[in-house]
């Protein structure tokens, strides 16, 4: 009974998905060229904020604070504070997850395998699968990117770094879709 509506479920969804796909493939040309250029835009403006802000505060590595800000930056603000949250709850449980693999096992191809699949189970298991994949990457950062120094400090040094990115994609999101709300005269683009 339960596996029915579970796959009745991922059919209604994978049903909306496709036909989604399909009105944004449909649009003009011009609408989508358009489009393109308004994410190229707020992806740079956050990056570029992600990236001056490291370095502003001289963290180890400023490059984080784009690539994060690039990644969560979405169409519309409220996607993009949801990929923020889905990076920060993924965040927090990937460098959890490979503190405590470090700590207790040390340096080693097996144990970071462990850690990463233990991340992602743990955020399916605490429902936010979502953010499964960004614990993953959080894992891999902290205990695959060469670094110097102990790993806490490595991870609590990305989470500032990545807080960084969040922050700037939020605010550009935000600044950008405000200008566009007025700039069209759309109120419901104010939300």
């Not at 029915?4 to 209604?12: A, F, G, K």
């Not at 605490?126 to 993953?136: D, E, P, Q, T």
């Not at 894992?139 to 969040?166: D, K, N, Q, S, Y």
């Amino acid at each position: 009974m339960v596996e029915q509506r579970i796959r009745d479920n991922r059919r209604e969804l994978g049903y909306v998905h496709r036909h989604l796909d399909l009105m944004y493939q449909r649009l003009p040309w011009g609408h989508r060229l358009a489009d393109g250029l308004f994410m190229a835009a707020q992806a740079l403006a956050a990056g570029s904020l992600g990236y001056g802000l490291g370095l502003l505060l001289h963290t180890q590595q400023a490059f984080w604070g784009a690539l994060t800000a690039i990644a969560v930056t979405q169409q519309t603000y409220v996607d993009t504070r949801k990929s923020s949250l889905d990076q920060v709850i993924g965040a927090a449980i990937g460098a959890t997850v490979a503190l405590t693999g470090a700590y207790l096992a040390q340096d080693n191809y097996p144990v970071y395998a462990l850690t990463m699949a233990v991340a992602i189970v743990l955020c399916w298991c605490f429902n936010v699968g979502s953010a499964g994949k960004l614990s993953a990457t959080t894992v891999t950062i902290v205990m695959l990117v060469p670094h110097a120094g102990p790993f806490w400090t490595i991870a609590l040094t990305r989470l500032g770094e990545v807080t960084l990115g969040i922050a700037s994609a939020l605010l550009v999101t935000r600044l950008a879709h405000w200008l566009e709300a007025r700039l069209l005269g759309d109120s419901t683009l104010d939300s």
